[in-house]
Nanobody
Framework: QVRLVESGGGFVQPGGSLSLSCAASGSILSIYGVGWYRQAPGKQRELVAIITSGGTINYTDSVKGRFTISRDNAKKMVFLEMNGLKVEDTAVYYC?????????????????WGQGTQVTVSS
């Protein structure tokens, strides 16, 4: 099994910054794509930022220029640097990682989610 644990959420005033981290553990052989998603109260979960298996980085329009996603495959970690936070960025942020892991049959793919970390932006 692959487990993801997010950290770094919290309360910040508008214009402030937060850094989220996501640590993956388990019998991981390789990591393909990674991403951060968020879900605000009463809304559907939406993509915030993603790094594809080919290394392409995409952001949702509302965070472009303010958020930066990065990854450290050797440490099995994913990061999201958030600057210029706005009230509308308030949500639970989830880490997503897809890759390959050891299985009883040798190798299997996985697509795992973290438990989420709350980010609250308010004055």
């Amino acid at each position: 099994q692959v487990r993801l644990v997010e950290s770094g959420g919290g309360f910040v005033q508008p214009g402030g910054s937060l850094s989220l981290s996501c640590a993956a553990s388990g019998s991981i052989l390789s990591i393909y794509g990674v991403g951060w998603y968020r879900q605000a109260p009463g809304k559907q979960r939406e993509l915030v930022a993603i790094i594809t298996s080919g290394g392409t980085i995409n952001y949702t329009d509302s965070v472009k220029g303010r958020f930066t996603i990065s990854r450290d495959n050797a440490k099995k970690m994913v990061f999201l640097e958030m600057n210029g936070l706005k009230v509308e960025d308030t949500a639970v942020y989830y880490c997503n990682v897809a890759g390959a892991r050891l299985s009883s049959t040798g190798r299997a793919t996985f697509n795992s989610w973290g438990q989420g970390t709350q980010v609250t932006v308010s004055s």
